[in-house]
């Protein structure tokens, strides 16, 4: 997502690609792998942490959808 990370269309964003996320893509119980810069997709995490590490760190650089989780 190439927004400011503290904007509402940044957050909402994020919101509806965890939304679409946990809806059609391949959640491992309650969790997914994180797309933030320090989990890279590699680490499975909840959606609350999710949504706060990519809040807070950011989407890992480069990454434009998200493809691990089907959208």
């Not at 706060?52 to 434009?64: P, Q, T």
Request: net charge negative; proline share 4%; glycine share 8%.
């Amino acid at each position: 997502m190439d927004l400011p990370r503290y904007s509402d269309e940044y957050e909402k964003g994020v919101k509806s690609s965890l939304d679409f996320a946990y809806t059609y893509g391949d959640p491992q119980g309650k969790e997914i792998q994180c797309p933030c810069d320090k989990y890279c997709n590699v680490r499975w995490t909840r959606r609350d942490v999710v949504y706060n590490h990519v809040i807070a760190r950011g989407f890992v650089d480069g990454y434009k959808k998200w493809i691990n989780h089907e959208e």
